[in-house]
């Protein structure tokens, strides 16, 4: 007599059951994973910023100079233009002479309500939205740092 061979059907829902298990660990982690290289983006476009800035203040004693041959990074028609990212959107709010905050604010749907800054004095700080994607996500913000995990994590 030949025995059958194949696989029994708790065979097969107790290797479904396990399959499922992983995926239910493997995604969130995965889609974390892939937003937080979507912060690298904002955060070292951020540090070549201040570092522009701080190369110009040298240069000029004035972080803001009118009628200067060359403008300073966060000014329009700067020879070094503010550079177009493609999920954080970079803008100066505040200029003078003596003080600038440089800010990115996140454009992609995953990232819609992160905003990083810096400033003159090397301090940085993250604001997240609330309600926001970035919110839900398990993003806070953090006045001393850029949040880079969750739970606000620097």
């Not at 298990?21 to 982690?29: H, K, S, Y």
């Not at 009118?66 to 000014?75: E, I, K, N, S, T």
């Not at 800010?103 to 997240?128: F, K, M, S």
């Not at 839900?136 to 994590?153: I, L």
């Amino acid at each position: 007599m030949q025995r059958a061979t194949g696989f029994t059907l708790i065979e097969v829902l107790v290797t479904v059951a396990i399959v499922a298990i992983l995926a239910a660990i493997a995604i969130p982690n995965y889609t974390d994973y892939v937003k937080r290289g979507k912060l690298t983006e904002a955060t070292s476009t951020l540090l070549s910023m201040r570092t522009k800035m701080e190369q110009y203040f040298q240069d000029n004693r004035s972080y803001t100079t009118p009628g200067a041959p060359v403008l300073a990074p966060c000014v329009a028609g700067s020879s070094v233009p503010i550079p177009a990212l493609k999920y954080f959107n970079i803008t100066c709010p505040v200029l003078t002479p003596t003080t600038y905050t440089i800010q990115a604010d996140g454009t992609d749907p995953t990232l819609v309500g992160i905003t990083y800054t810096i400033d003159q004095g090397n301090v940085r700080a993250t604001q997240v939205t609330a309600g926001s994607p970035m919110d839900q996500s398990g993003y806070t913000p953090n006045n001393n740092c850029w949040t880079v995990r969750k739970g606000g994590q620097c």
